[in-house]
């Protein structure tokens, strides 16, 4: 059974620092992995999507890492800032059928990220 | 482009009454549909999913059912509400298949009194 872990839960930094979000699953075998934002009471917004075969993914200030093969995945914000305060959550997709390409995703906790002024 | 929403954005209810939870997606056809629910210091659970009108499948046993009577419009209900209901529900939609992200929208906050 896959399991998505993140860690921190909650993390609080000055305004311009570089800062760096872990995720970690237990099934090597994912189809894909997608970073989110969530703002407080709000929906998901998606930030990116690493592919099994690829090895990172880059928008902005944010990139992304994917190593399959230890089961990690980070997120990297560069020079945060104080919008950047949200919880940020990690997904892997888990395929319905072997050898098919539609699944659904597997979400860890978030970690809480504020960004202090 | 694409918009999803959902109604009502709050909603409290008495144990015991019914639910029903709208979604529609706009600017799309045939999208793969989702109902997930984020409890209170665990992460989003995946409820339902849908990859086509009328064809609905369950991850978790519960008292909830889901419906997608067209093809943009998934429903989510329950004919008696438990305590243990309570949450913010999301909805998500996907193109089909491959490595297509999963777009949430703006959920819905479910109190049991």
């Known amino acids: 059974k896959q399991e998505v872990t993140q860690i921190p839960a909650a993390l609080s930094v000055p305004e311009g620092e570089n800062l760096v979000l872990n995720c970690s699953f237990t099934?090597?075998?994912?189809?894909?992995l997608q970073w989110f934002r969530q703002d407080p009471g709000k929906g998901l917004t998606s930030l990116l999507l690493?592919?099994?075969?690829?090895r990172e993914q880059t928008s902005g200030r944010l990139n992304a890492s994917l190593d399959k093969s230890s089961g990690r995945s980070t997120l990297y914000i560069a020079a945060s800032q104080p919008g950047d305060s949200a919880t940020y959550l990690c997904?892997?997709?888990?395929?319905?059928?072997?050898?098919?390409?539609?699944?659904?995703?597997?979400f860890g906790k978030g970690t809480k990220l504020s960004v202090k002024p | 482009s694409q918009t999803i929403h959902q109604w009502p954005a709050t909603l409290v209810q008495p144990v015991g009454s019914p639910l029903s939870l709208e979604c529609t997606v706009e600017?799309?056809?045939?999208?793969?549909l989702y109902w997930y629910r984020q409890a209170a210091g665990r992460g989003l659970q995946l409820l339902f999913y849908?990859?086509?009108?009328?064809?609905i499948s369950s991850e978790v046993p519960q008292n909830l059912s889901a419906s997608r009577p067209q093809d943009r419009q998934f429903i989510l209900s329950s004919k008696k509400l438990l305590l243990s209901d309570s949450g913010f529900y999301l909805c998500?939609?996907?193109?089909?298949?491959?490595?297509?992200?999963?777009?949430f929208g703006d959920g819905t906050r479910l109190s049991i009194l």
């Open positions: 998500a939609w996907s193109w089909a298949g491959g490595n297509q992200p999963q777009h």
């Open positions: 099934d090597s075998a994912i189809y894909n």
């Open positions: 690493i592919q099994s075969s690829q």
């Open positions: 997904a892997v997709k888990r395929l319905w059928n072997y050898g098919g390409s539609q699944g659904n995703l597997i």
């Open positions: 600017g799309t056809s045939n999208p793969n």
């Open positions: 849908s990859v086509g009108i009328g064809q």
